[in-house]
């Protein structure tokens, strides 16, 4: 193996493993995969790598949630979020990467600076909205389509309902289950799951479930106040990364 296989596969098992912390609770991580990929790899191809992985680790993750998550709340986001990814593939010739690294980047550090700001620390749990529902399953839906970055969206309209932090951590799984395996029809018919991309996903699917055990031993063992501390602070981060990123690009 050379070198640059090492450096590939390391890339590879690296990203598979924050994915999986993200699916088992801490909801952030999982959205430096396909930018952490696509350093040894076009963004396309990761995504399509990553899809395959991502399904095993959310039927992991539903098996230790199965008893935790808030059937309303899947409601409101899930009709927005197919929504989000027919239009993602209908447009998905036309949107470029760097636009939405800068989109999903400003709604991740925006987000927790906003929470974070909020002097009343008392304040009632957020309104339930079909309508803001509905919104922030399609911006996921669409962002997960594009990069499998729809943490960020679900996690805005979810996180202010105040859940159990199993219970918010078991809604994530459900959501992210379902429109996963939606993604499936439409990544085929783009051609991402070609025998080249399907090895390396099929190399990568026995990692999956150790990243998603992990979380799921976090979450539990988490204080809850200190566990939304963190989730904040892990999607600052990453979306910080993405949005540098992004107008990194716009300026070269």
Known sequence: MTDQDLVFWGFCVTAVILIGISKGGFGGLGILAVPLMSLVMPPLQAAGIILPVLIVMDWVGVAAYRKHWDFGLLQDVLP???????????????????????????????????MSLKRNRGEAVAQRSRLLGTLSGLVSGFASFIAH???????????????????????????????????????????????????????????????????????????????????????????????????VEVWA
């Not at 429109?179 to 018919?189: A, C, D, Q, R």
């Open 80 to 114: 927005g979020a197919l929504i989000g990814i027919l239009l993602a593939y209908f447009l998905a010739g036309y949107v470029s990467e760097v636009a939405v690294k800068i989109a999903i980047g400003l709604i991740a550090v925006t987000f927790p600076l906003y």
């Open 149 to 247: 970055a729809g943490g960020p969206p679900f996690q805005a309209y979810a996180i202010p309902q105040k859940l159990n932090k199993q219970v918010y951590a078991g809604t994530s799984v459900m959501f992210f289950t379902i429109i996963n395996g939606v993604k499936l029809v439409p990544y085929s018919m783009l051609g991402q799951f070609d025998r080249a991309n399907l090895f390396v996903s099929f190399a990568l699917m026995p990692i999956a479930p150790i990243g998603v055990l992990v979380g799921v031993y976090l979450v539990k063992r988490v204080d809850q106040t200190l566990f939304y501390r963190l989730l904040y602070a892990l999607i600052f981060i990453v979306g910080g990364k993405l949005l540098w990123d992004g107008l």
